[in-house]
């Protein structure tokens, strides 16, 4: 981000942030402040109790296998040599090119 850009939006974070909120008093119907508080209930009786895992044998097997295939996929790029590849090589022997011109020079 240029500065120029930065200087422009800083006066409209600012006034989003003199911005005034409603009361949020005024949107609540009559009786709600006097109300009594809810009574509370424990978490179990409305959660229920966790069920066991319904993998089948199939979804496990096809799970692992995918697993399987993203690591050896995750090996196979891991071992690639990205400088091996045409035109990044070309683009580094042009750079090692051009530092060595500049040393010289510097000399």
């Given amino acids: 981000m240029r500065i120029r850009d930065l200087l ?10 003199c911005t005034q909120f409603p009361e949020l008093e005024t949107v609540q119907s009559e009786g709600v402040a006097q109300a009594p508080y809810p009574d509370l209930i424990p ?10 895992p319904n993998a089948t044998v ?7 296998g995918r697993v399987g295939g993203l690591k050896s996929r995750a090996d196979r790029l891991s071992r690639r040599d990205v ?7 070309r ?4 750079l090692r090119e051009r530092a060595e011109e500049l040393r010289q020079q510097q000399l």
């Fill in 8 to 17: 422009w939006s800083l006066p409209v974070v600012a006034l989003t942030a």
């Fill in 43 to 52: 978490l179990e009786g409305v959660v229920g109790q966790p069920t066991a």
């Fill in 58 to 64: 199939e979804v496990i097997e096809q799970v692992e």
């Fill in 83 to 89: 400088a091996q590849e045409d035109a990044v090589a």
């Fill in 91 to 94: 683009r580094l022997r042009l």
